[in-house]
């Protein structure tokens, strides 16, 4: 792409090491939408440099990047597979982003379609950090919705997100042969900016209300399933309610259970899950084994007492550093101490901090940038951040 005259070009890029902490794709996808965010050039080296095999962008990267070029009128360099620099310098947009188009659904909805395209049986959940907070912060007419094709969300409605609406077309895999998914999303418009948010526990703590299991095997293996998971969970949730949900996986080599317990009130949600990716010499076996993992991974988030699971937190990052004011995250305790962020928490942090200027302390506490306001101080503010990082760090 040509670069524009937007003076914003002529500005030194941050410079972020892409193998810094996690050092993976994390730090691509979270840098990459703060800068389509404020217009803040990037470049960035040694793309996914902990990763094995050589690191560099693969195709569920390389989409990324195409999409959000698109949608800022980027100037780009090293947008191609494999490569392991990047600089990604966004433009002007003069009016909406160029990655909507206006359509009218039948029944005359008027809404706003974007759609991103993998190509390949990369995971859309990942891909979607890079494209999700970009779409939530973009400002459009209030009359219409966000359509959008192609991408995974977990519900952050708690947190002041809107509430979004899934329908899912065809599941995708990786494993027991590739199949290329399908799924649309409908967002209602967002009100900016998004405002301060807590997510700490209850006092005293309680115990979930019930916890759901779902699912995804060989319908040969459903009873077996379905007739060791109550008695696993009542080792670790005595006398918690339990659901289960079943669906086929089509395949032998597909196996997938996920488990979320849920709070009185629907105060929070934790969650734990596991796909099978190893070579399955025996089904009954490696389901007990995944049942066991994911029954004691969820008992360590509950006992925490965080109210957010370690995965959900590190997603929860970026969204701390654009609100508005503090925002806390409680990451939990555990042996008495406050438990450590992973290091995708940390990458994320990482990245927001030489980005906005942003800090998060141990006990999961962010002060927000208040990025979208009006009276246009949440962008002073990320220019007063990204100054204080240039002299600080």
Avoid at 180 to 201: A, C, K, R
Avoid at 246 to 270: F, Q
Avoid at 358 to 372: S, T
């Amino acid at each position: 792409m040509a670069p524009s005259q937007d003076p914003s070009r002529q500005k030194e890029p941050i410079e972020l090491d892409g193998r810094t902490h996690e050092g993976g794709g994390q730090l691509l996808r979270n840098a990459l939408v703060l800068s389509s965010l404020t217009s803040t050039p990037l470049r960035i080296t040694h793309i996914r440099g902990n990763r094995s095999g050589g690191g560099g962008l693969k195709a569920q990267h390389l989409a990324c990047v195409n999409w959000l070029a698109h949608a800022t009128n980027a100037h780009v360099e090293g947008a191609e597979k494999g490569s392991k620099t990047l600089e990604f310098r966004p433009g002007v947009v003069e009016g909406l982003s160029p990655a909507f188009e206006e359509r009218t659904l039948e029944g005359g909805e008027e809404v706003y379609a974007a759609k991103l395209e993998i190509g390949t049986a990369g995971s859309t959940s990942l891909a979607l950090q890079a494209v999700l907070p970009f779409i939530l912060f973009s400002k459009f007419p209030e009359h219409r919705k966000v359509f959008i094709a192609q991408v995974l969300l977990p519900t952050l409605a708690r947190i002041g997100l809107p509430h979004i609406i899934p329908s899912l077309t065809k599941r995708g895999w990786s494993t027991g042969g590739t199949t290329i998914g399908s799924f649309t999303l409908s967002i209602p418009p967002q009100t900016l900016p998004l405002p301060t948010f807590t997510l700490t526990p209850e006092t005293p703590q309680t115990k979930p209300s019930n916890i759901h299991a779902t699912i995804l095997a060989p319908t040969t293996l459903h009873t077996h399933i379905t007739t060791i998971l109550p008695t696993t969970l009542s080792r670790y949730f005595p006398s918690v309610p339990l659901t289960i949900t079943t669906e086929s996986s089509l395949s032998e080599k597909r196996l997938y259970i996920l488990l979320t317990a849920t709070y009185p009130h629907n105060t929070h949600i934790l969650a734990a899950d596991h796909l099978h990716v190893r070579k399955i010499r025996s089904l009954e076996r490696a389901a007990t084994e995944m049942i066991e993992l994911v029954a004691s991974n969820l008992a360590r988030e509950v006992e925490s007492g965080a109210c957010v699971d370690e995965h959900l937190r590190d997603q929860l990052v970026i969204f701390q550093a654009l609100a508005q004011g503090r925002s806390v995250v409680y990451p939990g305790e555990e042996d008495g101490e406050l438990r450590e962020p992973s290091l995708h928490a940390r990458t994320a942090e990482w990245v927001a901090r030489r980005m906005l200027g942003v800090r998060f302390d141990a006990e999961g506490v962010c002060e927000g940038v208040g990025f979208g306001r009006e009276d246009g101080d949440g962008v002073e503010g990320v220019v007063r951040g990204l100054e204080e990082v240039s002299l600080g760090d």
